[in-house]
């Protein structure tokens, strides 16, 4: 595409520092103002009738009631009242519509050829699969252990884990129910895919169920649904059969204790770049997670898949409105059709409890310049790349094919991480805009800026800025190769920086549906 002769409307992929405004696509009836702009400048020659803040839209022509408004030359909703050429296009003159498209499957498919030549540090495990930390882990079947799991770990200090080099941590995951659900059903099989995927996780070398001894999550059904068998690596206590809290403490230390001199046993060797399965994930967006972070991500994401290893996007709420995209590039019509089911699910679970798949975008998101579900989450799906979409996966579902992959989640961060980890993810990529300091354990979470202004308000908290896109000029995939190129050292053992700040013990949050009763 080629810019106006004065280069105040932008192209995105324009080798010149971008001015006044971007234009995403020739199509589009708005344009996304990359600075403050008053009312009354000119943009080329269009005078802007109202103000419109960075990170903003404007109207490009004049768009009548009812007329769809066009962005990344999609349909994000349809206007609500008539809106001039030049005015400011948000949440008060545009609104979220229903979409009806004719779905196409497998039209787009992009099979990479693999070639699996990097390599990255990692933990060999004895079952094949590769970690890219070494924790030791304490699981609470049920709220009420989640007190003494926390007293257990509390002992391993980082004096006392002085002594074992090899080890990342004793790290907690600790929740809020376990009891007062069905013992059978889609709530209860998730809750212990959750529990199985973080108890035989890569980057879990040992791990210490901790129970009450009554609750509905009973760990010997985990043990014998999964076929589990308890060892030196794999140990159980209930707190009611051990002899109550204080003696179920004393046990547990005791028990880390010789897990720990096991686990320090490990050691990083070379392993293959096809071990790696990462998550991705966007919180706190903004009107620029679309344009630079997004697809920088995507770009590192479609590298992964040419080393035969696994992307994982997942929060169907936000994908919601682009998923006629996903089922062009999924591998069959079968898959296609999983994620049309998934995006149903939500649509009649949402309509049960009174809400709208549209009560998203945030009051953040919307403050960076996002107004409607439809065009966050065509910004979202960049964050897949372009390769062929191999499989739909319930939440915590293992992953079973390498390439990329959709699990079904929430688009709630915490919630929808923790089924990333759970079907085997060991490295997480997390965009924003807005400034999420999210972590994670035992997955190391590292964080790309959407904009430099903000990179350079959080840099303690940001692992990469993606905002030189716009600010520096950079290329899309010069971002990309740089974030494929650090998923590669964090992966070999580069802390992140939310690992550094010590974000992640607070962050398991298994999705809860079905009745609390």
Aim: with cysteine; aromatic share 8%; charged share 20%.
């Amino acid at each position: 595409m080629s810019n106006n002769d004065d280069k105040t409307i932008v192209w995105l992929g324009q080798n010149e520092a971008p001015n006044d405004c971007l234009v995403l696509n020739e199509a589009d009836t708005v344009a996304v103002a990359l600075r403050n702009l008053a009312q009354g400048h000119e943009v080329n020659d269009i005078k802007l009738s109202t103000a419109v803040p960075k990170g903003h839209k404007f109207a490009l022509k004049a768009i009548a009631k009812g007329e769809d408004v066009i962005k990344y030359a999609q349909a994000i909703g349809v206007a609500s009242d008539d809106i001039e050429l030049g005015s400011h296009v948000h949440t008060h003159n545009l609104e979220f519509r229903e979409t009806e498209v004719q779905y196409e499957f497998a039209s787009h498919t992009n099979d990479f050829p693999v070639n699996s030549n990097d390599t990255f540090d990692g933990f060999l495990r004895p079952n094949g699969s590769v970690g890219t930390r070494n924790y030791v882990a304490v699981i609470s079947s049920v709220n009420c252990s989640a007190t003494a799991a926390y007293q257990i770990a509390a002992a391993f200090d980082d004096a006392v884990l002085a002594d074992y080099p090899a080890v990342d941590g004793v790290t907690v995951f600790a929740h809020g129910t376990g009891c007062g659900l069905a013992d059978n059903g889609e709530g209860f099989d998730q809750l212990q895919r959750v529990f199985a995927g973080y108890a035989t996780h890569p980057n879990v070398a040992a791990v210490l169920l901790v129970g009450l001894g009554c609750e509905v999550s009973q760990l010997k059904t985990l043990l014998d649904t999964y076929r589990f068998k308890e060892g030196p690596l794999l140990r159980t206590m209930n707190i009611q059969s051990t002899g109550g809290h204080k003696k179920t403490v004393q046990r547990g230390q005791a028990l880390i204790t010789e897990m720990l001199q096991e686990a320090n046993q490990h050691q990083r060797t070379p392993c293959s770049a096809s071990h790696l399965s990462l998550a991705l994930q966007c919180g706190g967006s903004d009107a620029w997670s679309g344009v630079t972070a997004n697809p920088a991500l995507g770009y590192a994401a479609d590298l992964l898949v040419k080393q035969g290893a696994r992307a994982v996007l997942a929060e169907t709420p936000e994908v919601y409105g682009a998923e006629h995209l996903l089922t062009r590039r999924a591998s069959s019509t079968e898959v296609g059709n999983d994620l049309l089911a998934r995006i149903n699910w939500w649509q009649d679970y949402v309509a049960r409890n009174n809400g709208s798949l549209d009560n998203n975008p945030s009051p953040g998101n919307k403050l960076g310049g996002l107004t409607t579900i439809l065009e966050k989450s065509l910004g979202a799906v960049a964050k897949s790349g372009t390769s062929t979409m191999t499989g739909v996966y319930k939440y915590a579902e293992p992953i079973s094919r390498a390439g990329f992959a959709f699990m079904d989640s929430p688009g709630y961060d915490p919630v929808s991480v923790t089924g990333q980890i759970a079907s085997g993810c060991n490295v997480v990529a997390f965009t924003t805009g807005r400034g999420s300091t999210f972590g994670s354990k035992p997955a190391p979470c590292f964080k790309i800026a959407t904009n430099t202004d903000m990179y350079e308000r959080m840099s303690d908290d940001m692992d990469i800025n993606a905002g030189r896109i716009l600010s520096d000029g950079e290329s899309v995939e010069t971002l990309g190769t740089e974030i494929y190129q650090l998923v590669l050292s964090i992966a070999s053992g580069h802390k992140t920086l939310s690992e550094v700040h010590n974000i992640g013990n607070n962050e398991f949050v298994p999705w809860q549906i079905g009745a609390t009763m």
